[in-house]
């Protein structure tokens, strides 16, 4: 199976409504444009995915992902994803993130029309159902939210999400009023988009954690990790960060090994599609004890000691104090230490010090 052609149609989306998630999101202009990538194949089957958002037209990654990826793409087995998903992140600095997240979207879908199954039995069905939640888009008074909350709790949305105004005494207000219109059993989590510093994470997440909130995501900024860790140690209620930024595999490992959160979340369109998620779950659901190993492993080499070995003990200093990965060779087997007697320094010569004061004899300079 080779792929004969990569298209990508746009269709203008008019009268978008006004909403509002966080300070991050782009102000609304009321209208974008979605896009179609259609990646076609020489046996009939075409994989589809979507590309653009409300606030992201897929006019602005659409011209990279023809330009640059699907030359990449043209003539290449479409079920060789793992080898096309590297062929494609290579070309991240000329194309964005959200193009290559497409491209692998399309690429999962072709290989479950080729196998005649949904995508999710491809990858390993876990669960036939899950519970969705309702999200808010952020509102100027309580009494909306409250509102709304009502409204989805009465239409039998399991949970409620809060969209907070993004100042922490009044989203303590919001969240106060939410818990008391829902009552104590109805789940309700608090998404806070990266708006609070350090203390006021933390005056917040006490807060919500005395009303029994499920979750609290995205209180700090998106690559804060040292003050997520304190965050997280401070805290019961449990921690939902890494929506952001846009990247792909390598944006979750320091959490993971940080343990700086207590959920993990992505999105495909964001990530750079189903496979980076796969590789995040996996790295996810290993043991502590294993996902710790190897850092810990590397701090117990940085205590050690650096020996040269032969190679110039500089060149291996320098890669300690920079905060590089300094390779420390262990010692070889059955290695003696050398018993040649080291050379005794010459004492009849001055020292370096005394060399050149005027008041000592120079051999050869005169008194």
């Keep these: 199976m080779k792929i004969t052609d990569v298209a990508l149609t746009l269709f203008s989306w008019e009268s978008i409504p006004s909403t509002i998630y966080g300070h991050h999101t782009a102000r609304p202009t009321g209208k974008s444009d979605l896009g179609l990538l259609a990646v076609t194949t020489d046996q009939g089957l075409t994989g589809h995915a979507f590309l653009g958002t409300s606030s992201n037209p897929a006019s602005l990654d659409g011209p990279g992902l023809i330009r640059f990826l699907k030359p990449l793409l043209m003539g290449q087995d479409p079920l060789d994803r793992e080898r096309l998903n590297r062929l494609l992140w290579a070309r991240v600095r000329a194309a964005t993130v959200r193009a290559i997240g497409a491209c692998d979207i399309a690429l999962w879908d072709i290989a479950g029309k080729a196998a005649g199954l949904p995508i999710h039995r491809l990858i390993g069905t876990t669960r036939d159902h899950i519970a969705a939640y309702a999200s808010s888009e952020i509102h100027g008074s309580s009494e909306a939210y409250v509102e709304q909350a009502r409204h989805y709790q009465s239409t039998g949305w399991r949970a409620y999400k809060i969209h907070p105004p993004q100042s922490w005494r009044d989203d303590i207000k919001v969240c106060e009023a939410v818990r008391k219109a829902v009552g104590d059993d109805y789940t309700v989590m608090l998404d806070s988009t990266w708006s609070y510093r350090y ?24 690559q804060d990790i040292y003050n997520y860790v304190k965050l997280k140690q401070k805290l019961d209620i449990p921690i939902l960060a890494t929506e952001y930024p846009i990247g792909g595999l390598d944006s979750y490992v320091p959490w993971i090994l940080e343990r700086a959160t207590d959920f993990l979340r992505g999105d495909v369109a964001v990530k750079g599609g189903i496979t980076t998620l796969i590789k995040t779950a996996h790295l996810r659901s290993l043991p502590h004890e294993l996902r710790g190993a190897p850092r810990r492993q590397f701090i117990e080499q940085r205590r050690q000691p650096a020996r040269h070995h032969g190679y110039p003990k500089h060149r291996i200093l320098r890669g300690l104090t920079s905060g590089r990965n300094a390779e420390i060779r262990p010692r070889r087997r059955n290695h003696r230490p050398s018993q040649r007697p080291r050379p005794r320094p010459d004492r009849t010569r001055p020292r370096r010090a005394d060399r050149f004061r005027p008041d000592r004899t120079q051999k050869g300079r005169g008194t």
């Design 199 to 222: 203390e006021e994470a933390l005056r917040v997440g006490r807060a919500i954690e005395e009303m029994g909130f499920y979750w609290y995501e995205d209180p700090l900024a998106d």
